[in-house]
């Protein structure tokens, strides 16, 4: 299999119905000299910052946050592969609470590999991928959230560690 079929890329459009699946990054990932997977699923809280969320609309600029996935993609494959399958999707529109807005799964030989490249590629996808998100809150008012890669740093992320030495 090649680099470019070990990789997959996608935005699920919500207002289509589509989400992310994690069962689809699963079975992307598979293969039958893995023991080591991954999944990460960020879904939609019912609380942030002290406020009730009932919602949370995302905005992507498509062809650029795909280029940023793949990049990312790419970069882990390059520093936790050569053997790895990586899936990465992202949810674009409404969703509600509960809904999952991101999955990135990650495959590799051994479980190591999977768990660093995994965090890996949903850190850059965090932080530097062009997704606005729009937080909808019980009250009925809403507000733009600053997001990752307009801030410069995750009080919440923890440092990637380096590939192999």
Known sequence: MSMADALACAIADAAAG??????????H????????????VGTIRDLNHGRAVVGVSYDLYDALALNVFRRACEEAAAAFGPA?????????????????????????????EAFRACRAVIEAVKHQAPIWKQEHYA??????????SL???????APVPAGPA
Do not use: K, N, Q
Request: aromatic share 6%.
């Open 18 to 27: 589509a989400l992310p699946d994690p069962a689809v990054a699963l079975r």
């Open 29 to 40: 990932v598979a293969a039958p000299g893995f023991g080591g997977t991954a999944l990460f």
């Open 84 to 112: 790895i399958r990586l899936y990465v999707a992202h949810a674009r529109g409404r969703l509600a609470v509960g809904e999952v807005a991101v999955v990135v799964a990650a495959g590799t030989p051994h479980r190591d």
């Open 139 to 148: 009250d009925g008012d809403s507000a733009w959230s600053e997001g990752c």
């Open 151 to 157: 801030c410069g740093g995750d009080a919440h992320a």
